[in-house]
């Protein structure tokens, strides 16, 4: 039993990370989209990452500052006001976004990391990132 002074924090385990990106990379595959994939657990640490054959140089930042903003908010990146959209990477040195691609992870309601996926149109991102978590059996979207 933990005290005042300590908390467990959970996290994805390398093991599933893998998969998520391998999931990932296939779900790309199939719709003919070349893309980054990282996944960072909720410490922020990126456990997972994969640049994917053809994939853009600059997709590689992108995926990563969607997961570690999925990680860190518990929320969608691209799911914050308007008003956010500069001030929110602005504030954080550069590492949260407000561009979507970015999902939380989460089992059984317990938050355990985030995805981003970066290369394609927002929406493509969008869902190739759904369907690694769904092909994980990560809890759907809120």
């Known amino acids: 039993m933990g005290n005042k002074f300590t908390r467990t924090v959970e996290l994805i ?70 008003k956010l959209a500069v001030s929110l990477p602005l504030a954080s040195g550069n590492l949260l976004t407000n561009l979507g691609g970015g999902l939380p992870i989460r089992f059984n309601g317990t938050h355990v990391g985030g995805i981003g996926v970066g290369g394609g149109t927002i929406e493509q991102d969008i869902a190739i990132a759904q369907a690694a978590l769904q092909a994980i059996g990560a809890d759907p979207l809120e």
Not at 69 to 74: E, F, H, I, M, V
């Open 13 to 82: 385990t390398v093991e599933k990370a893998l998969e998520a990106v391998k999931a990932a990379l296939d779900e790309s595959q199939r719709l003919g989209i070349a893309v980054s994939v990282s996944i960072h657990n909720s410490l922020l640490v990126q456990i997972a990452y994969a640049h994917g054959d053809g994939a853009t140089p600059h997709s590689a930042e992108t995926s990563k500052r969607k997961a570690q903003t999925a990680a860190s908010t518990r929320r969608a990146s691209g799911s914050f006001s308007e």
